[in-house]
T-cell receptor, first 111, second 115 residues
């Protein structure tokens, strides 16, 4: 069955600290992988995507993610978190255009 | 701004009623998707249209229907509304629906509250 697991429901970090949000997937073939961010009361904004090629992808707002086929993972990272990064983050996978989303990780940033 | 426009942004209606949510895709995009986000179900794919034709169906209830018009805008019709239909409904669009890895861009959603 196709699924996405984000094991961390809620993460709290201090401003300036590094961040890693975990994402594991189950999919029949190598999927396309996405990270979206949802700020309170806002829609979903695409942070980055992986289709093929270099397994380390750079996105907007200083985020990056690494695709690890052997671990079926696509973890999101940021070296230094800003208070404005507080939001909910969703990992998504899909081979066709239908996306399967994880349950999201809520990021809280303390000053 | 993703370029995907959804109206209305907020809607409150009573049980048993019918509502229509409207979506204008990004300029040039042929594919439109509808997703439902609720606390208990998370983000669920409902349905996809490509250039006016239904392309894929997800967890869409029989009380719900959608269509994509010749000008490519789409409407999601929700009828016989129940309390459990209260959710954030997202529309999204992409250039094509051929599975070639096109990026899907989301609108800001329509908040539906059923009372």
């Amino acid at each position: 069955a196709q699924s996405v697991t984000q094991p961390d429901i809620h993460i709290t970090v201090s401003e300036g600290a590094s961040l890693e949000l975990r994402c594991n997937y189950s999919y029949g073939a190598t999927p396309y992988l996405f990270w979206y961010v949802q700020s309170p009361g806002q829609g979903l904004q695409l942070l980055l995507k992986y289709f093929s090629g270099d397994t380390l992808v750079q996105g907007i707002k200083g985020f990056e993610a690494e695709f690890k086929r052997s671990q079926s993972s696509f973890n999101l990272r940021k070296p230094s978190v800003h208070w404005s990064d507080a939001a909910e983050y969703f990992c998504a996978v899909g081979r066709t255009d239908k996306l399967i989303f994880g349950t999201g990780t809520r990021l809280q940033v303390f000053p | 701004d993703s370029g995907v426009t959804q109206t209305p942004k907020h809607l409150i209606t009573a049980t048993g009623q019918r509502v229509t949510l409207r979506c204008s895709p990004r300029s040039g995009d042929l594919s439109v998707y509808w997703y439902q986000q609720s606390l208990d179900q998370g983000l669920q794919f409902l349905i996809q249209y490509y250039n006016g034709e239904e392309r894929a169906k997800g967890n869409i209830l029989e009380r719900f229907s959608a269509q994509q018009f010749p000008d490519l805008h789409s409407e999601l019709n929700l009828s016989s509304l129940e309390l459990g239909d209260s959710a954030l409904y997202f529309c999204a669009s992409s250039f094509s629906g051929t599975g070639s890895g096109n990026t899907i861009y989301f609108g800001e959603g329509s908040w539906l509250t059923v009372v």
